[in-house]
């Protein structure tokens, strides 16, 4: 019923314990994929400064709130980070839109510097929620989908938050008579990975 109810692109949902857990599950799903499909090389995953993917050592990695680094040594390794759409703070005498390109511009960069070869994923928040609710200018999330070049930008961003290809969600639902709210948890599959996948004769 969720699949039917959530985006074309979306057809499996994996239920999880926690938002964390979700993140969690992302970054092997993510890495195995690239493993299946032969370039294991491909595992470096790209995130934000100020970003907030969970309180695992992989979701705290994910994140980008340095004093949870500082707590156990991460991020873990093959994770990196740009920095943060935050215009209100830090765009100085910059326009919105002119500092969402800026900002947006550094993806690119970073998968340049690290080698295209080498990346798996870039993963974000629609909003940074825990990092202080910043919305990123109008201009971001557009000029973030032409990183990925030619052919990618149709099933990574559109528009707003857009088109991608794992989703997580992490919300309460009513569920009376027993409890006011309950959580729930979510990994969204996108068709391309499970296509993908099950080419190479493996589940993800």
Known sequence: MLAEIAPAYINHVFFTGSGSESNDTVVRMVRRYWDLLGEPQKSVIISRKNAY???TMAGASLGGMKFMHEQG?????GIVHIDQPYWFDE???LEPDEFGR???????EKIL????DRVAAFIAEPIQGAGGVIIA???YWPELASAFGQGWSDWVYQ???GVAVVETIASYVPYFPFVPFMPLLLVLLGVLLQVH????????
Request: glycine content about 22%; proline content about 8%.
């Open 113 to 116: 510097e690290l080698g295209l």
């Open 102 to 108: 800026r900002v947006a511009g550094q993806l690119e």
């Open 73 to 77: 040594g991460l991020p873990l390794p």
């Open 91 to 93: 765009g100085g005498d």
């Open 137 to 139: 200018p109008e201009s």
């Open 159 to 161: 528009s707003y938050a």
């Open 197 to 204: 996948g099950h080419r190479q004769g493996d589940r993800l």
């Open 53 to 55: 993917h969970g309180s």
